[in-house]
Structures are given as structure tokens and as C-alpha cells.
């Protein structure tokens, strides 16, 4: 597969009918390991194992009803009591990140209400810090860490 500017994991990977698959620990089951599938466990993993967001309060592939359509995100990050924390947008690594794919996220967003998002491909990699009044964000200067995230959301 691509090599991301990514740690790597211990990840899990078989072949079933001339295809590879790889095993998401969110969703307990092997999945086809598609450009954009190894970046998300890439992503997921270093969030968890670097960042130190709990692997519990990810929750990958969330179905998502806004204004009327169904619409999925990559993953979404939550707090203890469940309520969302950030939203997690996840490309392949040929894949720009280009405005369209922010607008994407701020279409989420709409629904979500979060303070921050997250968007890679596995190469290059942002996280924002959304201002709801404004309808505009900043960037953060480095990916903030889960406790980080959790001290903003609690002194606002």
C-alpha cells in the first residue's frame, strides 16, 4: 500500500477472493483495504496511540441525517458523556484537500456542532478549531491531543 506520513501499527491484513482486507478494530470486522481504508486505520491509530484519544469514544463510519439526506463521516470522536467532540474526514493519499473537502466537513458540521475537525490523506494532515458565530475556523498549529480538545470544550 502507500507509505503516509503516518506511524505504522501492528495491523491485520488477509486475501479473500483476489482482494486484500484489513481488520478495523471500530467496527470488529475485516474490511477492503482501499487507499482511503489505510489511511482511516492509519489516522485512527495514530490519534489513539499518539494523540491519546480514547479507542472507545471513536466511532467510524457514523450515519448522519442532515437536512434530510443521509450522509457519512469518516469517523467521529466523542466525549465521555457521548456527546461529539470531532469530526474526522479522511482522504486517499492521491486525493487533494482541497476547499471542497472543508466544505464537506462544515456540511457535517452543520449537523454536529463540534468544535474541531480533522482532515488527512495520509500525507498531509489538518485540524481546526471551528467558530460557530463566525461560521469560520482556524487552524491549529500541531494536531491537538484529546485532552487538549476536552479543556477547550470545558472553559467555553
Known sequence: MFQLNLPSF?????????????????????????????VRQHFLHF??????FPAGLL???????????????????????AEPLAIIELKAPHVELSQEVFDQVAIYNSRLQVDCFFI??????????????STSYQFYRQLPEYGKLMAIRKYK
Open 120 to 133: 488527512s490523506n495520509g500525507l498531509e494532515h489538518y485540524a481546526c478549531h471551528t467558530d460557530h458565530g
Open 47 to 52: 490519534l489513539v496511540n499518539n494523540l491519546h
Open 10 to 38: 501492528d495491523f491485520k491484513l488477509k486475501k479473500s477472493d483476489k482482494k486484500y482486507l484489513i481488520y478495523d478494530e471500530w467496527r470488529k470486522k475485516f474490511v477492503a483495504l482501499t487507499p482511503e481504508e489505510w
Open 59 to 81: 466511532a467510524v463510519e457514523q450515519v448522519l441525517d442532515v437536512n434530510g439526506m443521509q450522509k457519512r463521516c469518516d469517523a467521529i470522536a466523542y466525549t465521555p458523556t
